[in-house]
């Protein structure tokens, strides 16, 4: 009797509601999980890319001054500005375009646009790959500074230079001696003031954006594979 009521009701749709998303095809599903993923991907890595433009530029501008900029005296890999080229506008293109598909503007939700957003993801990842290996040649080189030689072992008085890089000269102790692990040797540069601390947070920072951008762009680009495979089909 039990299982006659139970099958009679399920006849009169008196069954037990189940969520909608169980009533949608595999690929249906899929599609509004890759929809989800790239609101997410989208604004994170406008964020991102406006972190790393700002970051570059406030390389230009050692202690906020700009007068060594106006002196031509900017290390070679801060006025290469890889946080603005790399890790900023190829990421945002990829970003802003992404965004746009997450929410679904008018005829944004199509495969084609998915692989558009693959396409812009791999500059973005190229873009990110290319800020962090440009960051951490200009963070492992030191920053570019007014600095007494002597120091050093030189007899060149005080001049414009990269002591760092420099004391690499004096043999393979020096080399061993990573000036990143031993602030004492920070003193050395006496202008700009705190450039060393400048040049060390703002390239470090760099570096952090550059692979927090490469693992979301990574994860687009799988994100937008199955968006050609699937479509979007969320509000259909």
Not at 74 to 102: C, E, F, N, R
Not at 116 to 137: N, R
Request: aromatic share 10%; hydrophobic share 45%; charged share 10%.
């Amino acid at each position: 009797m039990g299982s006659g009521r139970g099958t009679l009701g399920a006849l009169r749709g008196e069954t037990q509601p189940f969520p909608l998303l169980l009533f949608l095809p595999v690929p249906c599903r899929t599609a509004m999980c890759v929809g989800k993923c790239s609101r997410i991907v989208g604004p994170c890595l406008l964020v991102l890319g406006t972190l790393s433009m700002a970051a570059s530029i406030l390389l230009l501008f050692p202690g906020g001054a700009s007068k060594y900029l106006l002196e031509g005296h900017i290390g070679s890999h801060a006025k290469a500005l890889p946080g603005v080229w790399g890790g900023g506008i190829a990421v945002m293109l990829a970003a802003t375009h992404i965004t746009a598909l997450g929410w679904q503007c008018p005829g944004c939700g199509t495969r084609h646009n998915a692989f558009i957003s693959v396409v812009l993801s791999k500059l973005a990842l190229l873009g990110a790959a290319a800020c962090f290996v440009l960051s951490g040649v200009g963070l492992a080189n030191g920053p570019l500074c007014f600095y007494n030689s002597t120091e050093l072992g030189f007899r060149h008085g005080a001049f414009w230079g990269y002591p760092f890089l420099d004391a690499i000269d004096l043999g393979p102790d020096a080399r061993a001696e990573n000036y990143l692990y031993n602030r004492s040797t920070w003193s050395i540069c006496l202008e700009p003031e705190g450039i060393v601390t400048w040049h060390v947070v703002l390239f470090s920072f760099l570096l952090l954006i550059s692979v927090a951008e490469m693992v979301l762009a990574l994860l687009q680009i799988l994100n937008g594979c199955l968006g050609c495979l699937c479509g979007f089909c969320e509000g259909k």
